[in-house]
């Protein structure tokens, strides 16, 4: 069966090591998913940014927002979401931290859940 293709949105500034985590994980040998586009790295202007992100957007299966606290004020983080919205992309958010909470969801960003490799498997099959 193959791997669902996985556009990881997270906050840049402040939780990038979420990005890294999460790739981390699609590389396990009984990973149901694999990253294949994630959150732009590049300063790029801001028109052009968005192009790219839409087209790595449309690519995916499905977007997973990683929270962290500040996320659901990440200018970037809610651009990729409403391009998620507007091509009907499945997503859904995981929270990024032991000590995280739900008060970190993102508007309109799909249901939020805790960062465990169950929940991902469950989520990604």
């Not at 994630?38 to 927002?65: G, T």
């Amino acid at each position: 069966m193959a791997k669902k293709k996985v556009f990881v949105s997270f906050d840049f500034d402040n939780d990038k090591a979420l990005k890294d985590f999460i790739i981390g994980q699609a590389k396990n040998p009984d990973s149901p998913f694999e990253v294949s586009d994630h959150s732009l790295k590049e300063a790029a202007p801001e028109k052009d940014w968005v192009e790219k992100a839409r087209r790595a957007i449309s690519r995916s299966d499905i977007l997973i927002v990683m929270l962290g606290p500040k996320t659901k004020k990440a200018s970037g983080v809610l651009k990729e979401v409403k391009i998620a919205n507007e091509l009907k992309k499945k997503k859904f958010q995981i929270i990024g931290y032991k000590i995280g909470t739900e008060d970190w969801r993102v508007p309109d960003a799909g249901r939020v859940y805790r960062w465990n490799w169950e929940n991902l498997k469950k989520l990604l099959a």
